[in-house]
């Protein structure tokens, strides 16, 4: 919809600058409108509508979104695949772009959940780890994580289906919505639940390193102030 508003050779400049500025602030940003316009009558897309699509993801955004494609076009199902084709593609191609998405932390200036993040996320590089499994209530960690744009799966374990919906959105976050009871499951058993669904889920296996964060609220607060990091590796 930037076409309406602003010259059409400009749109391009200016969603690059949009994305950019959502992923420093760490704003779930969604790219959308026309980017496989032609198969809402074609079982093929053009390659400038292709190229959208791949930009979109090199760019940073956390999704990109079909609507006319797959509400009332010829073609739903195919744009889905498609649309699923071409961010596979892109993002194999673009793994050493994450690192250019991700902000920069202040010296002395950070939050407890930016410092820990930003070392979640290092640590996963460095090592090679194969994912980065979060723990959490209310989600802020993961999102956290997911601002400094990993190579790697976040896995976020938490109870709340709302708080599951809602990350879905966030570029790299898999939701994993446990269904036991908190006072049954010690934290030990449930960090050790978190890593056998990040097994299932096929993102880790026999030999490799997990980083593991454990996020829970201060006393008589739902701001998640304590957050712990442990490297894993599995057997």
């Known amino acids: 919809d930037l076409g309406v508003e602003i010259p059409a050779e400009t749109v391009t400049n ?21 980017m496989l316009e032609s198969m ?3 079982p093929r897309p053009t390659r ?22 797959s509400a009332k076009g010829k073609y739903p199902v195919e744009s889905v695949k498609m649309m699923r084709a071409i961010i596979g593609e892109a993002e194999k191609w ?17 939050s407890p959940h930016d410092g820990v993040a930003a070392a979640a ?4 590089d460095a090592l090679g780890a194969d994912a980065i499994v979060v723990l959490t209530r209310t989600g802020t960690t993961a999102r956290t ?14 109870e709340d289906r709302k708080v599951g919906r809602q990350l879905i959105i966030h570029r790299g ?16 058993a449930t960090y050790l639940e978190a890593l056998e669904h990040a097994r299932q889920l096929h993102f880790c296996g026999p030999g490799s390193r997990v980083v593991v964060l454990s996020s829970e609220p201060s006393e008589g607060s ?13 057997e």
């Not at 959502?22 to 779930?28: D, E, F, L, R």
């Not at 994580?145 to 938490?158: G, N």
């Not at 976050?173 to 446990?178: L, T």
Request: hydrophobic share 45%; charged share 20%; proline share 5%.
């Open 222 to 234: 739902d701001v998640e102030s304590n957050v712990t990091m442990r490297v894993v590796t599995l």
């Open 48 to 69: 400038a509508e292709v190229s959208d699509v791949t930009n979109a993801v090199h760019d940073g955004a956390d999704c990109v979104m079909l609507s006319g494609e």
């Open 173 to 188: 976050v898999h939701p994993v919505v446990w269904t036991g009871s908190r006072e049954t499951m010690s934290r030990e």
């Open 40 to 42: 809402q009558k074609n």
């Open 94 to 110: 673009g793994q050493e772009l994450s690192a250019r998405a991700r902000p920069e932390v202040p010296a002395g200036g950070a």
């Open 121 to 124: 996320v290092s640590t996963a």
């Open 14 to 34: 200016v969603q690059k600058e949009i994305v950019r500025m959502c992923n420093i602030a760490g704003k779930p940003c969604i790219v959308a409108t026309q």
């Open 145 to 158: 994580v997911a601002r400094f744009r990993p190579a790697v799966p976040i896995v976020a374990f938490l």
